[in-house]
């Protein structure tokens, strides 16, 4: 009876690893078996920004062909190469044939089991046994609020907002690689502290460096975190050689940080990137987003038991991630991304005395937790599986007509690789990218300079307001070869130096006449 306790126990959590990333990845792989009459599939059933993954898909068709260094295919400007995406630049290097979102789906799929590795060892370090540490990674991995009472009523984060949960985590290799790294950081520093360990500070650092890589800005929270658990240990053990450890953290990385940083702000053709304009959701609707979470955050604060290392640890990291989000950052709200693991690890901590509090059996508590927490996150993978299985209605970013899909073709076969393109249709400008080797005029909010100004000169062009010869200056001095025209209700122009080389019900692209 025993030996089949052990093996039980020894395969729960390759199971329970499986099932989690069963429930993230079904609906993307699904479609790729059977797809919806008369539809080609595009590669993602994305419920957060897919126009983003078609930008990580593009750098990785990009680097198929052209290696490591990674050119933005979002303008038709010409632009040094720089190192950008470059895990998706590595993987396009490593797997030149193989279909880049595959590439792009196989590489989540596998950096998702690393994620729940990292989550599964850190909540070790928090939590005393190893059912709490397997109940809590479930909970962080599939935890939300209660955007799914007020679901198109208003905008809760757990929902609308696509670093808030882990659910876009699970769907972007380089997001789980990168929060991995990022969680690794700040544990193996609190246990570089509770041990006196400068192998672990120098752990610490080597993780920073790599999430780095992906996300620069992270180092502020992470400096700010360790320095604040830093002063907490020094006012209880006086010990100075505490700051040693912080000090060695910061020195080792912010030069790297820096430097690298500096190196990315030189491409000037990524600067929207690395400054998007994205805000930070109010307090009311930030409290809907941790949903019951919240109450139990506060209510922490009214508890007599005494704050052990963990429980300050965990709370330094989460609220000092919560004010970072609100400062005028452009890119503030990506503080809030995976802070649901401090958040449930510090109700797990509590729940005895949460339970005692609450006058209600502490049973009562994690049922309530594991019944309510999940729903958001559910809700976002059954709309994604009947996305991808056709019981609702088709996403455009998943899924287009055969003739659409032949625009594509025509493009990758009849065009050099690299040349300018200009379209009329976002999605299409978005798509081309990902699924050619085209650059596009515009195609992406950020990813695309200038975009404003851009959508400016489309609608001028498409609506005939440039003469014959503005035309074909503006269209030269972008570096654009083809002019695609959907068939979106556009009546498009005569213009006399274009020459008409595909037509179909979808789409029609001209290039310049030959003699003209």
């Known amino acids: 009876m025993k030996k089949g306790n052990k093996l039980t126990n020894k395969f729960k959590l390759p199971f329970f690893f499986l099932l989690i990333i069963f429930l993230y990845s079904f609906p993307t792989f699904y479609p790729y078996f059977k797809t919806p009459p008369n539809k080609v599939y595009l590669g993602q059933v994305s419920w957060f920004d897919p126009w983003d993954i078609n930008v990580y898909?593009?750098?990785?068709?990009?680097?198929?062909?052209?290696?490591?260094?990674?050119?933005?295919?979002?303008?038709?400007?010409?632009?040094?190469?720089?190192?950008?995406?470059?895990?998706?630049?590595?993987?396009?290097?490593?797997?030149p044939k193989l279909e880049p979102f595959l590439i792009f789906n196989l590489a989540t799929t596998f950096?998702?089991?690393?994620?729940?590795?990292?989550?599964?060892?850190?909540?070790?370090?928090?939590?005393?046994?190893?059912k709490s540490a397997l109940a809590t990674t479930f909970l962080v991995c599939l935890a939300g609020g209660l955007g799914w009472i007020f679901f198109s009523k208003v905008t809760v984060p757990d929902l609308y907002m696509t670093p808030f949960t882990f659910t876009s985590t699970f769907q972007r290799a380089h997001e789980a690689i990168a929060i991995s790294f990022y969680l690794s950081s700040l544990v193996l520093f609190f246990l570089a502290i509770k041990d006196n360990s400068i192998k672990l500070t120098i752990?610490?650092?080597?993780?920073?460096?790599?999430?780095?890589?992906?996300?620069?800005?992270?180092?502020?929270?992470?400096?700010?975190?360790?320095?604040f658990y830093s002063l907490y240990s020094f006012s209880k053990s006086k010990k100075r050689s505490i700051f040693i450890h912080i000090l060695l953290l910061i020195f080792s990385t912010l030069p790297f940080g820096?430097?690298?940083?500096l190196y990315l702000r030189s491409g000037s053709e990524f600067n929207n990137v690395l400054t998007p304009n994205l805000n930070t959701p109010n307090p009311v609707l930030l409290v809907l987003g941790y949903g019951i979470l919240s109450p139990l955050l506060l209510l922490q604060f009214f508890l007599k038991k005494s704050w052990n290392k963990s429980k300050v640890f965990l709370n330094?990291?989460?609220?000092?991630?919560?004010?970072?989000?609100?400062?005028?950052?452009?890119?503030?709200?990506?503080?809030?991304?995976?802070?649901?693991?401090?958040?449930?690890?510090?109700?797990?901590?509590?729940?005895?005395?949460?339970?005692?509090?609450?006058r209600v059996k502490e049973i009562y508590v994690k049922r309530a937790l594991f019944l309510i927490l999940p729903i958001s996150n559910i809700l976002i993978i059954l709309t994604r599986l009947t996305i991808a299985t056709g019981l609702y209605t088709p996403s455009e970013w998943s899924f287009i007509n055969e003739?659409?899909?032949?625009?594509?073709?025509?493009?990758?076969?009849?065009?050099?690789?690299?040349?300018?393109?200009i379209t009329?249709?976002?999605?299409?400008?978005?798509?081309?990218?990902?699924?050619?080797?085209?650059?596009?005029?515009?195609?992406?909010?950020?990813?695309?300079?200038?975009?404003?100004?851009?959508?400016?000169?489309?609608?001028?062009?498409?609506?005939?307001?440039?003469?014959?010869?503005?035309?074909?200056?503006?269209l030269k001095q972008n570096y654009i070869s083809y002019v695609l025209v959907t068939n979106k209700g556009i009546d498009f122009p005569k213009y006399l130096f274009l020459n008409r080389i595909f037509k179909n019900e979808s789409g029609s692209i001209y290039t310049y006449q030959t003699n003209y």
């Open 57 to 95: 898909v593009a750098a990785i068709r990009w680097s198929q062909e052209n290696g490591f260094y990674f050119q933005n295919a979002y303008t038709t400007q010409p632009h040094k190469s720089v190192v950008f995406y470059p895990f998706y630049t590595l993987l396009g290097n490593i797997f």
């Open 111 to 130: 950096a998702g089991f690393f994620l729940l590795f990292i989550i599964y060892k850190s909540s070790r370090v928090f939590l005393k046994n190893k």
């Open 203 to 227: 752990a610490s650092g080597i993780s920073s460096i790599l999430f780095t890589f992906f996300y620069p800005f992270y180092l502020l929270s992470l400096y700010l975190i360790c320095a």
């Open 258 to 261: 820096i430097l690298y940083s």
């Open 316 to 358: 330094i990291w989460f609220f000092v991630s919560v004010f970072l989000s609100y400062l005028p950052f452009g890119f503030g709200r990506y503080y809030l991304r995976a802070l649901f693991f401090p958040a449930v690890l510090i109700c797990f901590n509590n729940l005895a005395d949460i339970s005692s509090r609450l």
């Open 403 to 421: 003739k659409e899909y032949q625009i594509f073709t025509f493009l990758r076969t009849n065009t050099p690789k690299g040349s300018g393109l």
């Open 424 to 474: 009329d249709d976002y999605l299409f400008g978005n798509l081309l990218p990902a699924h050619t080797n085209n650059s596009v005029y515009f195609g992406h909010n950020y990813q695309t300079p200038n975009a404003s100004e851009k959508k400016k000169n489309i609608e001028k062009l498409y609506k005939g307001s440039f003469t014959e010869n503005k035309a074909k200056e503006f």
